[in-house]
C-alpha cells in the first residue's frame, strides 16, 4: 500500500515534470446547448488562426523533451470546432511519430454532434476517452439539457451512442450522468435502459455526479440537495442499481490531484487566454497569462502560483480543488514554482 507521504512525493513530480505537457484546449467556447445549471458564459467564440498556431507552436518547441503530451479537449462544445482539433492533433500526431514521445487525448463533449464518422475519426486522433452527460430519462433530460433553440436534445444523443457501440474503434466513453432531487428517480430508470442497451460493452461506464450551484446565472432556480447525508443516500441507491451492490470504500492512502494543481498544465481559452481551472473561467485570479503566436507563454505568476497552494501547504484538499485557495489566497508568503510548459 503507498504511503501519503510517497503519493505525495510521486504527485509533486508528476505535475512539475518538464518532459509532460498537458493542455486543456477549448477551441470554442459556444456551444450549441444552454443546461440549466451551465455556469458559462459563451462570451468567446471559435479560436482565432494566431492563437491555434501558437498551440502548434507551443508544442513543436516543447516536443524535443517531451515524453507524454496530453490534450483534453473542452468547451463550449469543442466539436462546433471540429477543424481546429482536427489540425492542432494532425500537428501532435506528427510530431509524437518525429520525437517519439506519447501522446493521447480527452474529450468533454455533449455528443450531439459525435455521430459514428466523427466518434472515428477522433479516435484516429488519438481521443482515448470521451466524457458524455446524461440527465435522467428523456423527460427529465429534455428539459435540463436544451438546445439554444430550446428544443430537447435526449434522442439526438442517445442516437449517436447507440451508433458509436457498433463501430470497432475502441475508446473509452464515460457517461457522466447527474442526479437532483428533481430527477434522480428517473436516473434510476435511465440506469435500467443503459445496462441493456449499452453497459454490455466494456468501452461504456457510467459515473454519477450531483448537480451543484456552479456559478451560472441560473444558480438560485437550481433544485440542489443541500444535505450532504441525503445526496450520498442517493447516490448509494444509484451504485446499487448500476452495480447490483455497494463499491468497496476506496483506500484512503489514495488521493486526487486536480489537473488546477499541476504546474505541466494549462487551460488554453479560444482567444488565447490562458487560466488553470475550467469551472471559475470568468474569476480575474484564474486570468494567468496568453499564448503567443510564436508559442511563448506571457504568464502573471502572481495568480499563476495561487493554483499551486497546494503543493506549497502540503493539505490534500487544496491539492484535489485549490479552487477555493486560489480565488482569495494572499501570494506574498508562498515561493515561485516555475511553469513548466515555458521551459524550451
Same mark, same amino acid.
Given at each position: 500500500?503507498?504511503?501519503?507521504?510517497?503519493?505525495?512525493?510521486?504527485?509533486?513530480r508528476?505535475?512539475?515534470a518538464?518532459?509532460i505537457?498537458a493542455?486543456?484546449?477549448l477551441p470554442?467556447?459556444q456551444?450549441c446547448?444552454r443546461?440549466?445549471?451551465?455556469?458559462e458564459?459563451f462570451?468567446?467564440?471559435?479560436m482565432?488562426?494566431?492563437?491555434e498556431s501558437?498551440?502548434s507552436?507551443?508544442?513543436?518547441?516543447k516536443?524535443p523533451?517531451?515524453s507524454?503530451?496530453n490534450?483534453?479537449w473542452f468547451?463550449?462544445?469543442?466539436?462546433m470546432a471540429k477543424?481546429?482539433?482536427?489540425r492542432?492533433?494532425?500537428t501532435a500526431l506528427?510530431l509524437?511519430?518525429?520525437?517519439g514521445?506519447?501522446?493521447w487525448?480527452?474529450m468533454?463533449t455533449n455528443?450531439?454532434l459525435?455521430?459514428?464518422?466523427?466518434?472515428?475519426?477522433?479516435?484516429?486522433y488519438?481521443?482515448?476517452s470521451?466524457q458524455? =452527460?446524461?440527465?435522467?430519462i428523456k423527460?427529465d433530460h %429534455?428539459?435540463?439539457?436544451k438546445?439554444?433553440d !430550446?428544443e430537447? *436534445?435526449? /434522442?439526438k444523443i442517445?442516437e449517436?451512442?447507440?451508433?458509436i457501440k457498433?463501430?470497432?474503434?475502441?475508446?473509452?466513453?464515460?457517461l457522466?450522468?447527474h442526479y437532483?432531487?428533481?430527477?434522480?428517480?428517473?436516473?434510476?430508470?435511465?440506469?435500467?435502459w443503459?445496462?441493456?442497451?449499452l453497459l454490455?460493452d466494456?468501452r461504456?461506464s457510467?459515473?454519477?455526479?450531483?448537480?451543484g450551484k456552479w456559478?451560472?446565472?441560473?444558480d438560485?432556480n437550481?433544485?440542489v440537495?443541500?444535505?450532504?447525508?441525503d445526496?450520498?443516500?442517493?447516490?448509494k441507491?444509484?451504485l446499487?442499481?448500476l452495480?447490483?451492490e455497494l463499491p468497496?470504500?476506496?483506500d484512503?492512502d489514495?488521493?486526487?490531484?486536480?489537473?488546477a494543481?499541476?504546474?505541466?498544465n494549462?487551460v488554453?481559452?479560444a482567444?488565447?487566454?490562458?487560466?488553470?481551472c =475550467?469551472?471559475?473561467?470568468?474569476?480575474?485570479?484564474? %486570468?494567468?497569462g496568453?499564448?503567443n503566436?510564436? !508559442?511563448t507563454? *506571457?504568464? /502573471?505568476?502572481k495568480?499563476?502560483?495561487?493554483w499551486?497552494?497546494g503543493?506549497?501547504t502540503?493539505?490534500?484538499?487544496q491539492?484535489a480543488?485549490?479552487?477555493g485557495?486560489a480565488?482569495k489566497t494572499?501570494?506574498?508568503s508562498?515561493k515561485?514554482?516555475p511553469?513548466?510548459a515555458t521551459a524550451?
Amino acid at each position: 500500500m503507498k504511503s501519503i507521504d510517497q503519493g505525495y512525493t510521486q504527485a509533486m513530480r508528476m505535475s512539475l515534470a518538464p518532459n509532460i505537457l498537458a493542455l486543456t484546449v477549448l477551441p470554442t467556447e459556444q456551444c450549441c446547448f444552454r443546461c440549466d445549471y451551465c455556469y458559462e458564459d459563451f462570451e468567446i467564440g471559435k479560436m482565432q488562426r494566431d492563437v491555434e498556431s501558437g498551440i502548434s507552436n507551443l508544442m513543436k518547441t516543447k516536443a524535443p523533451s517531451l515524453s507524454l503530451l496530453n490534450v483534453a479537449w473542452f468547451g463550449g462544445e469543442p466539436l462546433m470546432a471540429k477543424d481546429v482539433i482536427y489540425r492542432l492533433s494532425e500537428t501532435a500526431l506528427g510530431l509524437s511519430k518525429k520525437h517519439g514521445f506519447e501522446f493521447w487525448s480527452t474529450m468533454t463533449t455533449n455528443a450531439y454532434l459525435l455521430d459514428k464518422q466523427t466518434y472515428e475519426k477522433l479516435v484516429d486522433y488519438h481521443v482515448n476517452s470521451f466524457q458524455i =452527460t446524461l440527465d435522467g430519462i428523456k423527460a427529465d433530460h %429534455d428539459s435540463i439539457r436544451k438546445r439554444v433553440d !430550446g428544443e430537447g *436534445t435526449f /434522442d439526438k444523443i442517445i442516437e449517436n451512442l447507440l451508433a458509436i457501440k457498433t463501430s470497432t474503434h475502441t475508446a473509452e466513453i464515460v457517461l457522466r450522468v447527474h442526479y437532483s432531487p428533481r430527477n434522480w428517480r428517473g436516473v434510476i430508470t435511465l440506469v435500467k435502459w443503459l445496462k441493456r442497451n449499452l453497459l454490455d460493452d466494456e468501452r461504456f461506464s457510467v459515473m454519477f455526479r450531483a448537480v451543484g450551484k456552479w456559478g451560472g446565472s441560473n444558480d438560485e432556480n437550481l433544485e440542489v440537495f443541500e444535505d450532504k447525508l441525503d445526496m450520498a443516500n442517493v447516490e448509494k441507491i444509484l451504485l446499487q442499481e448500476l452495480l447490483g451492490e455497494l463499491p468497496e470504500k476506496q483506500d484512503p492512502d489514495n488521493f486526487y490531484v486536480c489537473y488546477a494543481s499541476k504546474a505541466n498544465n494549462l487551460v488554453i481559452r479560444a482567444n488565447g487566454g490562458i487560466a488553470k481551472c =475550467t469551472v471559475a473561467l470568468s474569476h480575474p485570479n484564474n %486570468d494567468v497569462g496568453k499564448i503567443n503566436p510564436d !508559442g511563448t507563454l *506571457t504568464i /502573471d505568476q502572481k495568480h499563476f502560483k495561487k493554483w499551486l497552494i497546494g503543493f506549497q501547504t502540503g493539505d490534500l484538499k487544496q491539492l484535489a480543488c485549490p479552487a477555493g485557495a486560489a480565488l482569495k489566497t494572499d501570494t506574498s508568503s508562498l515561493k515561485s514554482i516555475p511553469v513548466v510548459a515555458t521551459a524550451a
